[in-house]
Nanobody
Framework: QVQLVESGGGLVQAGASLNISCTASAGTITNYAMAWFRQAPGKEREFVAVISQNIDTTFYGDSMSGRFTISRDNAKNAVYLQMNSLETGHTAVYFC????????????????WGQGNQVTVSS
């Protein structure tokens, strides 16, 4: 089973950029589509972005494209989320997840998750 560890979150001011990472501490992500979801206080987990296992396809949730960029480095067993022009509404716990082979927008489709990474944007 792949084990994921997220890092790079924290407290930033509105307008700032942040790059968060998700690294496999056990196993390899090579054969998995990898995604980011987020969960704000009192809300359900929301799809952010997904990248296919061979890096040829990415897809973003509503309002994410153009501000967020997902990428991966299979050699480093890592997935990244670059977030630009952050707003207070982006405050959430960001989770990365993996799904064998095909990408999906559904949370329930993912086989394993990281522990979550808090991102807080202050005004």
């Amino acid at each position: 089973q792949v084990q994921l560890v997220e890092s790079g979150g924290g407290l930033v001011q509105a307008g700032a950029s942040l790059n968060i990472s998700c690294t496999a501490s056990a196993g390899t992500i090579t054969n998995y589509a990898m995604a980011w979801f987020r969960q704000a206080p009192g809300k359900e987990r929301e799809f952010v972005a997904v990248i296919s296992q061979n890096i040829d396809t990415t897809f973003y949730g509503d309002s994410m494209s153009g501000r967020f960029t997902i990428s991966r480095d299979n050699a480093k067993n890592a997935v990244y989320l670059q977030m630009n022009s952050l707003e207070t509404g982006h405050t959430a716990v960001y989770f990365c997840g993996g799904r064998r082979l095909l990408a999906s927008l559904r949370e329930s489709a993912y086989d394993f998750w990281g522990q979550g990474n808090q991102v807080t944007v202050s005004s």
